[in-house]
């Protein structure tokens, strides 16, 4: 009798057993929702909240249940490349992916699907890229297999959303016009800094990276860490479609001297070269602690509410003409988007895992969820136009900025959709004629560069090796250059034979060799 009792409870304990495992397994057929995980880049101005109306109507709208594996942006790309490499507690789904740095060698190992095999299951992506009129900026994406690895973002039309942001009201104070040159921008710079000794007038959010990539295309080169084409030490001649190896180049030695005096003079935060929070950013402009920054244009409703000063005024300028011309960060029509790792193939409803996503994202449906949020509680209907609420409308954050920080619309980890004439109802008219003045001046907004596309695993996982290794020193030096740690006189043939020696030449064959 005592044998049975066991007996019995061992198979009632095994029975338990399988039915919770059977309930976490994804069924590959059926009505229910699928389930995802997601691996979503949190960036500290615009931190993820579970409770947006956005991820609560996609659920609903689309079928879904998703697992948000909130990563914090400085890690993100880390995060990444250690669950493709190894494939362990690999998510369903990856955001703000492109064919750049360790995502070119992890394709040509098998780590991350062709989705382009799929392409029947992504009706809406392909949809969208017809209407858009974007195949051929699509096609560029392919690697030499000829296969697509990620679903871009897709833009109608690129557009300024981010730049110079600095005081206008103390452009009148020192009876100055808008700045057109980066002497210009000094010039105001030190006329504040003579009045206010204690102030660091150029500050930055997230880090230097924000610096650089606004201003370093006007010395005819970009270096960091998010340059287009997965360069970070390379960087793309627009007159000689070609990579050079920027990061040992005369630009970008020039660049440094310029920037070094900035920084000894006092202009340059010395604490941006540490991560700085939106909320840091906010105080010091509000306060006047500085009086400049390079920002994106929701945020100024951020930093004009919080402060106190008397005729306190924030403007976004037009990109600065450097030695190279007035360049700013580059756009494109395609931009970084969904990725899935190879493991999603091995779901039972694999099928639906990618049709989900693409419903998710790329579907009518969500192009006005993402941008809009939803009918009658973020926005009306009115003679074919939408309206959006009092509440956003007379928001002091203004409506771009509330609708990301309330109901997640308008955040690149979520949206993979733009419209230009959508998004421009989110601002006011003074961010209109900014982007009209900037799309008059040729090459403000120069295009993306090239990604190269490797005919064989070795080269691109030798190619995202050394990218590592040369990256991981450049920061050490940019660093102590910027600040004088370093002498760009004593010290630049050293760091010169340093990065020889790490392999920058033959980082520069591979890229050249493989476009």
Known sequence: MRKCVILLLLLFSIGILVFATGARQPSSSGTGPVNLTIFYSDNPTLPFRQDWLTIRKAEELFNVRVNYEVIPLADFTTRVSLALNTGVNTPDVVTVQSMGGDNLALAQNGAILPISDYS??????????????????????????????????????????????????????????????????????????RDNPSSYPLTVTIGPRVLYRFSQPAWGFTLHRSAPGGGRVLSWDYDRNT???????????????????????????????????????????????????????????????ASTIPGFKLNMYPPLEGPAGAHTWHKDKVGAGILFPIAVNRRADFERVIRAVDNMFYSKEAELLWCLGVEGETYTMQGGSHRFIDSIVNSPDGTYKTMQIRYGCG????????????????????????????????????????????????DAERAASLQGTLYDAWLVWDNDFLTGARSLDRDWDAYVADMNSKGISELLRLFNNNL
């Open 120 to 193: 029947s299951w992504t009706p809406n992506f392909n949809t969208r890229v017809s209407e858009y009129g974007l195949r051929a900026d699509v096609d560029k994406e392919k690697l030499r297999d000829g296969k697509l690895y990620y679903l871009p973002a897709l833009y109608d039309a690129p557009f300024y959303d981010a730049g110079l942001v600095l005081r206008e009201d103390l452009l009148a104070r020192y009876n100055m016009t808008a700045p057109k040159t980066f002497d210009e921008l000094g010039n105001f710079l030190r006329a504040y800094k």
């Open 243 to 305: 990579f050079f190896a920027a990061a040992t180049s005369d630009q970008y030695r020039a660049y440094l001297r310029y920037f070094n005096r900035w920084y000894a003079d006092g202009l340059l935060d010395p604490e941006m070269a540490d991560p700085v929070n939106g909320d840091i950013m906010n105080r010091k402009m509000a306060t006047g602690a500085a009086i400049a920054t390079y920002a994106w244009y929701d945020q100024i409703g951020g930093m004009s509410s």
């Open 411 to 458: 955040t690149a980890t979520l949206q993979y959709i733009w419209n230009n004439a959508r998004e421009m109802t989110k601002y006011d008219d003074n961010y209109a004629q900014i982007n009209k003045a900037v799309a008059a001046m040729p090459g403000a907004m120069q295009s993306l560069w090239p990604t190269p596309r490797y005919s064989n695993p070795v």
